[in-house]
């Protein structure tokens, strides 16, 4: 069956540092994978899109890399700031498919 | 442009009883998703349209659960008979899709449900 993991145990993290976060998944040719944050109470927000054809996108802080062959994407916050602390879900859009499937999410908290 | 937005926040609700959610998104997305989401895991697709025509419903979807998107537009959801199982946060999304390519999605900031 088809399955995204995340890490489910909370990432602590002191401010300044790199957070790393990552998303496997089994059974599944995505077209692209994304990244979101969320907070709680609140809906999901898109950070990045990477396309199974790129291996590495950036925005601002935030990194993500995507590997085909090991099945795998890592999400990287760099100089992580208290306001970092959120929820962070991957997603996959499946190539023959139109939904966008999402992990479970790992809970971050970058502390002062 | 005010985003997505989804009512009424919270609803509490007797077992049995129907409730229904509204949703309404970006005005110009033609796609429009259900999602729910439970404590500690992430969103679980229920179904989603294109325009005003539904093209997938989760097989896990009872059929309690109905969905419409009558005029391409705003989105009705539908519970009949609710079960506690069904206490949830319900995530409506948007997006533009564009030559079959369809990337990002706009949540609301969804509706909670409460089963008593």
């Known amino acids: 069956s088809q399955k995204i993991e995340q890490n489910s145990e909370a990432l602590n993290i002191q401010e300044g540092k790199t957070a790393t976060l990552t998303c496997n998944y089994t059974?599944?040719?995505?077209?692209?994978l994304q990244w979101y944050r969320q907070d709680p109470g609140r809906g999901p927000v898109f950070l990045l899109l990477?396309?199974?054809?790129?291996k590495e996108k950036r925005k601002e802080r935030l990194k993500v890399t995507f590997d085909t062959t090991l099945k795998q994407s890592l999400f990287h916050i760099t100089a992580s700031q208290p306001a970092d602390s959120a929820t962070y879900l991957c997603?996959?859009?499946?190539?023959?498919?139109?939904?966008?499937?999402f992990g479970g999410g790992t809970r971050v908290l970058v502390k002062p | 442009d005010t985003g997505v937005s989804q009512n009424p926040r919270h609803k509490i609700t007797k077992r049995g009883q129907n409730v229904t959610f509204r949703c309404d998104p970006i005005?110009?997305?033609?796609?429009l998703y259900w999602y729910r989401q439970t404590l500690g895991q992430g969103p679980e697709f229920l179904t989603y349209?294109?325009?005003?025509?539904?093209?997938?419903k989760s097989r896990l979807l009872s059929d309690r659960f109905s969905a419409e998107r009558p005029k391409g537009s705003f989105s009705t959801l539908e519970i009949q008979r609710t079960e506690q199982g069904d206490s949830a946060m319900y995530l409506c999304?948007?997006?533009?899709?564009?030559?079959?390519?369809?990337?990002?999605?706009?949540f609301g900031s969804g509706t909670q449900l409460s089963v008593l």
């Open positions: 997603a996959l859009h499946r190539t023959a498919g139109n939904k966008l499937t």
């Open positions: 005005s110009e997305h033609n796609r």
């Open positions: 990477i396309r199974e054809n790129e």
């Open positions: 999304a948007s997006s533009l899709e564009v030559r079959r390519r369809n990337e990002k999605l706009f």
């Open positions: 349209f294109q325009n005003e025509a539904q093209l997938e």
């Open positions: 059974n599944y040719s995505p077209a692209y």
